[in-house]
C-alpha cells in the first residue's frame, strides 16, 4: 500500500471524528426538539449506505460490517449488511424477519423485550422521535454542524439491553450521521450513515417480508 494513501486514511478518520467533537449543551432545548419533529413529519423515506462499527471488550479489533439501510413510513426498516457477509433484517411495523446467509427466522416485535426495544430504537432513530419517548432521559449537546442527543434508559431493565444511545443528527438536513449504542460492560456499536438520499422513494416490495 502506497504512503500518500495510508496518509489520506488517516486524515479522513481524524476528520470523521473531529466533526462530532466541540459538543456544548443546547441552549433553547424546547426549539430544538420542535425542530426536529417537524423535520420528521416531512421525512417520508430515508434511503442511505451505513459503516457500523462493533468494538468488544475481548477483542482487540473491531468489527467492521457494511451495507444499505432503507426506512419509509410508518415503522418499515431494511437494514442489508453486504460485507463481511450478507444479513438482511426487515422490520415491518411489529414484524422483524432476518436471513442470515440463507438462515430465515422471523418474530413479533411485541413478543420480545428486547426486540421490542431494538424496533423503537430502530425506527425511532428513523423517524427521528426516540429523543421524544418517554422511556428516556434526553440531554442535548451541539456543536457547528450538529446535535447531538444522548438518551439514557429511565428503567434497569431498559439498561441490560442498551446503557446509552448517541444519536448525532446533522444541522443542514436534520437527519441521523450516527448513532452509537453503549453496553453495560463497556461494549458498543456505531453506525455511521453516508450518501443519504432523503424522499426520493422506496417501492414497499423492499420491505416485504417473505
Not at 61 to 82: C, L
Amino acid at each position: 500500500m502506497k504512503l500518500p494513501y495510508i496518509i489520506g486514511l488517516f486524515l479522513l478518520s481524524i476528520t470523521a471524528t473531529a466533526q462530532y467533537d466541540g459538543m456544548k449543551p443546547v441552549s433553547d432545548v424546547p426549539a430544538v426538539k420542535k425542530k426536529l419533529e417537524e423535520n420528521a413529519l416531512k421525512t417520508q423515506d430515508i434511503n442511505a449506505s451505513f459503516t457500523q462499527e462493533k468494538h468488544l471488550s475481548i477483542l482487540e479489533e473491531k468489527i467492521t460490517s457494511t451495507g444499505t439501510f432503507k426506512f419509509k413510513k410508518e415503522n418499515k426498516v431494511r437494514w442489508s449488511y453486504d460485507k463481511p457477509y450478507n444479513y438482511l433484517i426487515i422490520i415491518n411495523k411489529d414484524q422483524i424477519y432476518i436471513n442470515d446467509e440463507g438462515k430465515e427466522k422471523s418474530y413479533d416485535a411485541n413478543s420480545s423485550k428486547m426486540f421490542s426495544q431494538i424496533n423503537k430504537i430502530v425506527v425511532g432513530t428513523a423517524k427521528g422521535t426516540l429523543f421524544s419517548d418517554p422511556d428516556y432521559t434526553s440531554v442535548f449537546s451541539e456543536n457547528s454542524g450538529f446535535y447531538m442527543v444522548q438518551m439514557t434508559p429511565k428503567s434497569a431493565r431498559l439498561r441490560d439491553y442498551v446503557n446509552e444511545i448517541f444519536l448525532y443528527i446533522d444541522k443542514k438536513d436534520l437527519s441521523v450521521n450516527r448513532l452509537k449504542m453503549t453496553e453495560k460492560n463497556g461494549d458498543f456499536t456505531q453506525v455511521d450513515f453516508s450518501a443519504k438520499k432523503i424522499n426520493a422513494g422506496i417501492p414497499d416490495s423492499e420491505f416485504q417480508i417473505p
